[in-house]
């Protein structure tokens, strides 16, 4: 199977910064886009950024020019720095990775991490 760890949550002020990280491990052929979502109580999963193998990049537009995502392929992890945090950043953060290949092909997810941001 796959395993997706993600780490790097927690509280911050208003202004501040955190890094989230997320390894996938398991049996994986080969990762294609890699992403970030987010989710608060009552309200759908919403996509946050995403870098495709080639490392293309997309922002929701609340956090263009805040966050910024990079991944590692060899070590088949992928960060999302985010910067100049505001309140409304607070949620759940969820790592995905889609794989391809002849096995575990598909969507994966992790089990989230919180972000909390204080005013």
């Known amino acids: 199977q796959v395993r997706l760890a993600e780490s790097g949550g927690g509280s911050v002020q208003a202004g501040g910064s955190l890094i989230l990280s997320c390894v996938a491990s398991g049996s994986i052929f080969r990762i294609d886009t890699m992403g970030w979502y987010r989710q608060t109580p009552g309200n759908q999963r919403e996509l946050v950024a995403t870098?495709?193998?080639?490392?293309?990049?997309h922002y929701a537009d609340s956090v263009k020019g805040r966050f910024s995502i990079s991944r590692d392929n060899a070590r088949m992890t992928v960060q999302l720095q985010m910067n100049s945090l505001k309140p409304d950043d607070t949620a759940v953060y969820y790592c995905?990775?889609?794989?391809?290949?002849?096995?575990?092909?598909?969507?994966?997810w992790g089990q989230g991490t919180q972000v909390t941001v204080s005013s």
């Open positions: 870098i495709t193998e080639g490392r293309s990049t």
């Open positions: 995905k990775v889609d794989l391809l290949g002849p096995y575990n092909s598909g969507a994966w």
